[in-house]
């Protein structure tokens, strides 16, 4: 099993920038990758940012959704089992609550766990 906690989120003003962390916890060993997901109101949940870097994909793929590219950077702290989501330049389309995500793999099953969910607000 996986666990993951979520912490950062945030009111931020138009513009400003926050940054999310999310630190695992549980078997490490056997995540493949970690991202984060974002569900606006009315909205389905869509990723954010993956990464496998340091994880048993191991290919150091780093992925974003079109919309953040170039104002959000997701990164990981091997040493303390954490990944940052930094947001800057945020826009209003920003808000939702943003989940940290982590597949691994049990046995030969993979599955996904989530964490509890952060609010990002972002003002005009």
């Known amino acids: 099993q996986v666990q993951l906690v979520e912490s950062g989120g945030g009111l931020v003003q138009a513009g400003g920038s926050l940054r999310l962390s999310c630190a695992a916890t549980?078997?490490?060993?056997?995540?493949?990758?970690m991202g984060w997901y974002r569900q606006a109101p009315g909205k389905q949940r869509e990723l954010v940012a993956s990464?496998?870097?340091?994880?048993?994909?191991?290919?150091?793929?780093?992925n974003y959704a079109n919309s953040v590219k170039g104002r959000f950077t997701i990164s990981r702290d091997a040493h303390e089992n954490t990944v940052y989501l930094q947001m800057n330049s945020l826009k209003p389309e920003d808000t939702a609550v943003y989940y940290c995500?982590?597949?691994?793999?049990?046995?030969?099953?993979?599955?996904?766990?989530w964490g509890q969910g952060t609010q990002v607000t972002v003002s005009s």
């Open positions: 990464t496998t870097s340091g994880f048993i994909a191991s290919s150091g793929s780093v």
């Open positions: 549980g078997r490490i060993s056997s995540i493949n990758s």
């Open positions: 995500n982590a597949e691994y793999w049990s046995g030969y099953l993979r599955k996904d766990s």
